[in-house]
C-alpha cells in the first residue's frame, strides 16, 4: 500500500530533519527549509500517528524503527512470525509490543535520505534573500 510506505518515509525524513536541523553548523537558511519541511510532511501524516511518534520522541524514544533479523531496532524485542508477515504484505507498519514504537520492514528502499537532504540543504543555501530581490 503506497500510503503506508509515504507514511514510514515521511516519519524517518521528520526524524532526520529533526536531527538536521539541531546540529550546530546549520546556517539559519538551512534551519529554516528544515522547519517548513517538518512542518509541510506532518501535514500529510495522520494525527493519530504524528502524536504517537511525538510522544515516543519527546520522551527520548525512536518512534518508528526498522524490524531488523526479527527484532525491532529500537529495543531488540523479537517480532514474532506473525508480525513480520503482516509488515511484510503490502508493506504494512506495526507497533512494537515491548517499546511502542512504529515498526516496518525493507529499510533499504527508505535508505539514501542524505542526497535528498543534500539538495534540499543545498537549495536552501543558494536561495535567494527576500530583502535582497529587486
Same mark, same amino acid.
Given at each position: *500500500?503506497?500510503?503506508?510506505?509515504?507514511?514510514?518515509?515521511?516519519?524517518?525524513?521528520?526524524?532526520?530533519?529533526?536531527?538536521?536541523?539541531?546540529?550546530?553548523? *546549520?546556517?539559519?537558511?538551512?534551519?529554516?527549509?528544515?522547519?517548513?519541511?517538518?512542518?509541510?510532511?506532518?501535514?500529510?501524516i495522520p494525527p493519530f500517528a *504524528?502524536?504517537?511518534?511525538? &510522544?515516543?520522541?519527546?520522551?527520548?524514544?525512536?518512534?518508528?524503527?526498522?524490524?531488523?533479523?526479527?527484532?525491532?531496532?529500537?529495543?531488540?524485542?523479537?517480532?514474532?512470525?506473525?508480525?513480520?508477515?503482516?509488515?511484510?504484505?503490502?508493506?504494512?507498519?506495526?507497533?512494537? =509490543?515491548?517499546?511502542?514504537?512504529?515498526?516496518? *520492514?525493507?529499510?533499504?528502499?527508505?535508505?539514501?535520505?542524505?542526497?535528498?537532504?543534500? =539538495?534540499?540543504?543545498?537549495?536552501? &543555501?543558494?536561495?535567494?534573500?527576500?530583502?535582497?530581490?529587486?
Amino acid at each position: *500500500m503506497r500510503q503506508t510506505e509515504d507514511i514510514i518515509q515521511k516519519l524517518l525524513r521528520i526524524r532526520k530533519a529533526r536531527e538536521l536541523s539541531e546540529q550546530p553548523q *546549520m546556517s539559519e537558511e538551512e534551519v529554516e527549509a528544515l522547519r517548513e519541511f517538518i512542518i509541510e510532511n506532518r501535514r500529510q501524516i495522520p494525527p493519530f500517528a *504524528m502524536s504517537h511518534f511525538d &510522544r515516543l520522541e519527546a520522551s527520548g524514544k525512536m518512534g518508528i524503527a526498522e524490524v531488523v533479523d526479527k527484532k525491532c531496532s529500537a529495543c531488540g524485542a523479537r517480532i514474532s512470525d506473525d508480525e513480520i508477515a503482516y509488515l511484510q504484505k503490502n508493506k504494512n507498519i506495526g507497533v512494537c =509490543d515491548n517499546c511502542f514504537a512504529f515498526i516496518y *520492514m525493507d529499510g533499504q528502499k527508505f535508505a539514501g535520505d542524505d542526497e535528498f537532504f543534500a =539538495d534540499l540543504l543545498r537549495r536552501a &543555501r543558494t536561495a535567494e534573500k527576500p530583502n535582497q530581490a529587486k
